[in-house]
């Protein structure tokens, strides 16, 4: 399945289009489709005027089927939690002699800080714990190939821990140091664990799980950043703010 259309067939012609592109699964590209497809759709029905697709970058010939069905010009919205080699350097020479602009990936948005912030908020009081007394783990990819995938993580449990006020804030990586093993190790009881990634893949079912374990953590470990409920609304918000600053460029 290559991608979703707006659900709304009869809205009037528009140049107004966007592609939502993912890495996908290698290993069943179709399944990371079909996930990213049903996840546009929630899109798209916020975006009624346009034409909204997806893609995923490990599926053969997704990305030249999502810029055929898109319209004219589309934005290339990249779900991507850091803007590192795959967003600057493999989905450019992806798009390399198309006329697309490729917006600055998911991950990166302001707005997904006090979004997450007010969730973590509700945990905590879900919980009750007091957050200067509850030690955040930020756990990311991080990468070997870009070292501004770490910095913009690093950036976002920043961020996020000025709004927040967590007693304790620590970022490990699945691929690089600090290792997510190494940074959950005695974190106490009183600990939450915030996967910062897109989806609920294999590093998310795997690694993760692999991790808490060989560090014994105690603490709670939360569904990644990308299944808030409210992330639709965030990428539908973005894209149309795109398309006015573009229209008005």
């Known amino acids: 399945m290559s ?47 346009w034409s909204v697709v997806s893609a995923t970058m490990a599926n053969p010939g997704a990305i030249s089927k999502a810029l055929h069905a898109a319209g004219p010009n589309p934005l290339i919205y990249p779900v991507f939690m850091t803007d590192g080699w795959f967003t600057r350097t493999a989905l450019p020479e992806r ?23 007010r969730r973590l908020h509700d945990k905590l009081n879900d919980k009750g714990w007091k957050t200067e007394e509850t030690c955040l783990i930020v756990a990311a990819h991080g990468s070997g ?4 995938s770490a910095h913009n ?20 990586f699945i691929e690089e140091a ?17 996967p910062f990634f897109a989806t609920k893949r294999d590093h998310v079912l795997d690694d993760l799980p692999s991790a808490i ?6 603490g709670i470990c939360l569904d990644p950043v990308g299944l808030d409920p409210s992330i639709p609304r965030l990428i539908a918000d973005a894209l149309i703010a795109a398309n006015k600053k573009e229209a008005a460029a």
Do not use: Y
């Open 213 to 218: 374990n060989q560090a014994d953590f105690k």
């Open 145 to 148: 190939r870009s070292r501004n």
């Open 153 to 172: 993580t690093r950036a976002f449990a920043n961020a996020l821990h000025a709004v927040t006020g967590f007693g304790d804030l620590r970022v490990g």
């Open 178 to 194: 600090p290792h997510l093993s190494d940074v959950l190790a005695d974190a106490g009881e009183q600990a939450v664990c915030l």
């Open 95 to 117: 798009l390399a002699n198309t006329n697309v602009r490729i917006l600055a990936p998911f991950g990166v948005d302001p707005s997904l800080i006090p979004l997450t912030a």
């Open 3 to 49: 991608g979703t259309r707006s659900r709304f067939p009869k809205a009037p012609a528009t140049s107004r289009s966007a592609i939502l592109v993912s890495h996908g699964q290698p290993s069943q590209p179709e399944i990371a489709e079909a996930e990213l497809s049903d996840f546009c759709a929630q899109v798209a029905a916020l975006m009624p005027d």
